[in-house]
């Protein structure tokens, strides 16, 4: 059988999976098998050459039983609307999960910023936020950066949002330079969130990490920021790393700093001094203690899972690894850290700075970096607990279950005290 890898199926089928294991409600459940409210909009942009290109945007909520929708914006070529209905619904489980009061939305434009300059991104962030104003706004749907969409484009977002609600609202978008209301420590909280619940998952593995070899696929946000933390803060030695080119391997291991300047020159990692050149695909069947995909989904499926050499998966894109995948990794007693928990601490900190953009006060980076850990280890002890209780209970589940289990259970029960069932 051919394994099913649209992005949305894949969501439904995990949460039917948790649904089933935990004996949701059937009402609950068809709530959240689907997203509350769907927009796409054809936005015109004015280009560089003085034409007029059409470009599709979506803006998609989920969910919004435990306060405004919250999620990212992507702008990619490939952007489709089962793509982002999927990663509004793993924001829903996972501002459930880090027990945040947001609910679950996301964004996406079809475009490829590498064909566009500074004057057409503007453009079409701006018209993106003009299109979409009635649905978003920092009550409602509070977006931010996700692939390809940066803190420049967010002050953009911003600004314009600003103009048409005819005030000062820096708390509809998060991500933004710290000059306009970001909060200190957002550039890194994905890679900073992802390398606690590391720390927190090799302690519990009884892995040393500093002697652990990791290989890291993508550099961009997430998996740049993952190499340099991973090499400062845990002493790991990151010895692959890729970009949408294709990645390098040296046995010695990266130079964090060398290699983001090389990259900076050639646009890609490939080809640095010193390293063989591996591509995407087998960079993710190396030998090695910790397997980081930072880049897109479905890279780990049912054809390659059995070839993952790894000890530990850490999920720091959205949706790496298929239902088809989780199975054999579970069954190779790999373990496989969730998306939705590894890579929360980005929409942690955008709370944050929601929160310091709603008061008015604004914290340190330790301050940040001190919460951030305090939510993603509560929320990796949540998820072990849940495992233990259904081992106790005679059923062994995989981390991925446990942790959808606490967060399905949070939004329903929000759903049904506000009486929607
Ligand atoms: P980014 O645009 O900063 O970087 C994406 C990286 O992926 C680039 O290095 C690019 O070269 C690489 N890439 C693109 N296509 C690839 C391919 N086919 N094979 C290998 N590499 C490829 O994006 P990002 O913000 O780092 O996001 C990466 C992942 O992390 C996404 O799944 C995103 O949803 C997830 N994520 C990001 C954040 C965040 O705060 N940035 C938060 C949560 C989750």
Same mark, same amino acid.
């Given at each position: 059988?051919?394994?099913?890898?649209?992005?949305?199926?894949?969501?439904?089928?995990?949460?039917?999976?948790?649904?089933?294991?935990?004996?949701?409600?059937?009402?609950?459940?068809?709530?959240?098998?689907?997203?509350?409210?769907?927009?796409?909009?054809?936005?015109?942009?004015?280009?560089?050459?003085?034409?007029?290109?059409?470009?599709?945007?979506?803006?998609?909520?989920?969910? &919004?039983?435990?306060?405004?929708?919250?999620?990212?914006?992507?702008?990619?070529?490939?952007?489709?609307?089962?793509?982002?209905? %999927?990663?509004? %619904?793993?924001?829903?489980?996972?501002? %459930?999960?880090?027990?945040?009061?947001?609910?679950?939305?996301?964004?996406?434009?079809?475009?490829?910023?590498?064909?566009?300059?500074?004057?057409?991104?503007?453009?079409?962030?701006?018209?993106?936020?003009?299109?979409?104003?009635?649905?978003?706004?920092?009550?409602?749907?509070?977006?931010?950066?996700?692939?390809?969409?940066?803190?420049?484009?967010?002050?953009?977002?911003?600004?314009?949002?600003?103009?048409?609600?005819?005030?000062?609202?820096?708390?509809?978008?998060?991500?933004?330079?710290?000059?306009?209301?970001?909060?200190?420590?957002?550039?890194?909280?994905?890679?900073?969130?992802?390398?606690?619940?590391?720390?927190? %998952?090799?302690?519990?593995?009884?892995?040393?990490?500093?002697?652990?070899?990791?290989?890291?696929?993508?550099?961009?946000?997430?998996?740049?920021?993952?190499?340099?933390?991973?090499?400062?803060?845990?002493?790991?030695?990151?010895?692959?790393?890729?970009?949408?080119?294709?990645?390098?391997?040296?046995?010695?291991?990266?130079?964090?700093?060398?290699?983001?300047?090389?990259?900076?020159?050639?646009?890609?990692?490939?080809?640095?001094?010193?390293?063989?050149?591996?591509?995407?695909? &087998?960079?993710?069947?190396?030998?090695?203690?910790?397997?980081?995909?930072?880049?897109?989904?479905?890279?780990?499926?049912?054809?390659?899972?059995?070839?993952?050499?790894?000890?530990?998966?850490?999920?720091?894109?959205?949706?790496?690894?298929?239902?088809?995948? &989780?199975?054999?990794?579970?069954?190779?007693?790999?373990?496989?850290?969730?998306?939705?928990?590894?890579?929360?601490?980005?929409?942690?900190?955008?709370?944050?700075?929601?929160?310091?953009?709603?008061?008015?006060?604004?914290?340190?980076?330790?301050?940040?970096?001190?919460?951030?850990?305090?939510?993603?280890?509560?929320?990796?002890?949540?998820?072990?607990?849940?495992?233990?209780?259904?081992?106790?209970?005679?059923?062994?589940?995989?981390?991925?279950?446990?942790?959808?289990?606490?967060?399905? &259970?949070?939004?329903?029960?929000?759903?049904?005290?506000?009486?929607?069932?």
């Amino acid at each position: 059988m051919v394994e099913e890898l649209d992005p949305f199926k894949i969501a439904q089928k995990q949460l039917d999976d948790a649904a089933a294991i935990m004996s949701l409600d059937k009402q609950a459940l068809a709530i959240l098998r689907e997203p509350k409210r769907v927009v796409t909009v054809n936005i015109p942009v004015r280009m560089s050459d003085g034409t007029t290109e059409t470009f599709t945007g979506f803006r998609v909520m989920y969910n &919004d039983a435990r306060g405004p929708g919250k999620g990212g914006i992507r702008f990619h070529p490939e952007e489709n609307v089962s793509t982002v209905k %999927a990663l509004a %619904a793993w924001m829903t489980w996972k501002t %459930a999960l880090a027990d945040i009061p947001f609910g679950g939305g996301k964004g996406g434009v079809i475009c490829d910023t590498k064909k566009m300059d500074a004057f057409e991104l503007e453009n079409l962030s701006r018209s993106y936020v003009r299109a979409l104003a009635e649905v978003v706004g920092p009550k409602k749907d509070v977006p931010a950066p996700d692939v390809y969409t940066t803190p420049q484009i967010m002050a953009w977002m911003m600004d314009e949002y600003n103009k048409l609600a005819g005030g000062s609202e820096p708390g509809f978008i998060t991500g933004k330079p710290v000059e306009i209301g970001g909060s200190q420590g957002r550039f890194d909280s994905t890679a900073m969130g992802g390398m606690y619940i590391l720390r927190n %998952a090799a302690k519990m593995a009884k892995m040393d990490l500093k002697k652990a070899r990791v290989a890291i696929q993508g550099f961009g946000n997430a998996g740049k920021f993952a190499f340099d933390i991973a090499n400062t803060m845990l002493g790991a030695n990151v010895v692959a790393i890729s970009d949408s080119k294709g990645g390098v391997y040296s046995e010695k291991g990266l130079d964090y700093d060398k290699l983001s300047a090389a990259k900076e020159q050639t646009g890609t990692v490939q080809g640095y001094k010193g390293t063989e050149d591996v591509s995407n695909e &087998d960079l993710l069947e190396l030998d090695v203690d910790v397997l980081i995909p930072a880049a897109i989904e479905n890279q780990i499926t049912g054809k390659n899972a059995d070839r993952i050499n790894a000890k530990m998966v850490l999920e720091l894109a959205n949706g790496p690894v298929t239902p088809d995948a &989780d199975k054999i990794l579970f069954e190779k007693g790999i373990l496989d850290l969730p998306d939705f928990l590894v890579n929360s601490g980005g929409v942690i900190v955008s709370y944050f700075e929601w929160v310091q953009n709603n008061s008015g006060e604004y914290w340190t980076e330790d301050s940040v970096y001190k919460k951030l850990d305090g939510i993603v280890t509560k929320s990796f002890n949540d998820m072990v607990a849940m495992q233990k209780e259904y081992k106790e209970k005679g059923k062994k589940i995989t981390p991925r279950q446990a942790a959808y289990i606490i967060a399905v &259970d949070r939004v329903a029960k929000a759903m049904k005290l506000r009486g929607w069932y």
